[in-house]
């Protein structure tokens, strides 16, 4: 679990994150989203330390990450896995080279164990036998698996994915976030997700927190953003009138005022 109590972060005399506390939950997909400047990007680097906020606290399972020394914070960065927007794989290193550099950085495991551990995690991502491709030979959503492979082959208790969809199309989108969901459970692991894409805020939001110019502005469900009136997150959600149906027709769905059973043929004619 990781906790974020009232941080606050700007840059000059511009704020940026304004008072912001928020539980990120285990073995959960917790989504940030948000419109372009509203903070998300920032909020993420205070939470994995790469800003330190000017105020407030951070606590990894109990443990304040804001006021660690640099020992401290190293032990908590070992258990975190990051998938960076675009993947950021190293383009003159094969894939299991890619997958292997953290294993380098972090273990003084035998290039046996390596190997092992990268098949293991080549194997969860379904990507047996491309080992020794290059990520120019291979499709975005393959690098994107790519990517997750690499940040899961520590076994990481907390994993960070900043627009884990970018760049795909929306079928691949849903398989990489069918995969993220898949291993935040079998693993029980902290996932923190900023990402833009509708579909993954319906499909894997198991929380989702809303940040708008800086503050928290709403936060809950998957079930309960359909519901929600938050005036700001549904202009933001339901952009289009075509969303803005949707969501009165999965409304209605829901409080069970349209029988999803009716033939549809009946009603047009
Ligand atoms: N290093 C920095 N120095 C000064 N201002 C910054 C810095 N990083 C971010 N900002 C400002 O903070 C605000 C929030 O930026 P942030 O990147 O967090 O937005 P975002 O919600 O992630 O946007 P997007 O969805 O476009 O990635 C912006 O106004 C940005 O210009």
Same mark, same amino acid.
């Given at each position: ?79 975190? =896995?990051?998938?960076? &927007?675009? #993947?950021?794989?190293? @383009?003159? $290193?094969?894939? *299991?080279?890619?997958?292997? %550099? ?64 970018? =760049?795909?199309?929306? &079928?691949? #989108?849903?398989?990489? @976030?069918? $995969?993220?969901? *898949?291993?935040?459970?079998? %693993? ?82």
């Amino acid at each position: 679990m990781i906790e974020v109590k009232h941080i606050k972060k700007g840059f000059g005399d511009k704020i940026v994150i304004n008072d912001v506390s928020a539980v990120m939950d285990d073995g959960k997909c917790n989504l940030i989203i948000g419109a372009s400047g509203s903070g998300k990007t920032v909020f993420m680097k205070c939470l994995v330390g790469l800003f330190r906020p000017d105020s407030g606290s951070i606590l990894y399972d109990g443990e304040d990450f804001t006021n660690m020394d640099a020992a401290g914070k190293k032990e908590i960065r070992k258990k975190i =896995g990051m998938l960076f &927007q675009g #993947s950021a794989l190293f @383009d003159s $290193l094969t894939v *299991e080279k890619n997958i292997q %550099f953290p294993l380098d950085m972090f273990t003084n495991w035998t290039l046996a164990e390596k190997r092992k551990r990268v098949d293991e995690v080549l194997d969860r991502v379904e990507l047996r036998d491309a080992n020794k491709k290059f990520p120019a030979e291979i499709s975005g959503g393959m690098k994107k698996r790519v990517g997750i492979a690499r940040a899961i082959v520590l076994n990481p208790k907390y994993l960070f994915c900043d627009e884990p969809n970018s =760049g795909l199309d929306p &079928q691949t #989108s849903l398989v990489i @976030d069918k $995969l993220i969901k *898949e291993l935040t459970q079998e %693993f029980n692991i902290t996932t923190v997700i900023n990402t833009h894409d509708m579909n993954s805020v319906m499909e894997i939001g198991d929380k989702i927190i809303y940040m708008y110019k800086g503050d928290k502005e709403w936060e809950g469900n998957n079930k309960e953003i359909i519901f929600s009136k938050n005036q700001r997150l549904n202009e933001f959600i339901f952009a289009s009138d075509f969303l803005r149906d949707a969501k009165d027709m999965r409304m209605l769905e829901q409080t069970g005022k349209i029988d999803n059973d009716r033939n549809m043929e009946d009603l047009i004619r």
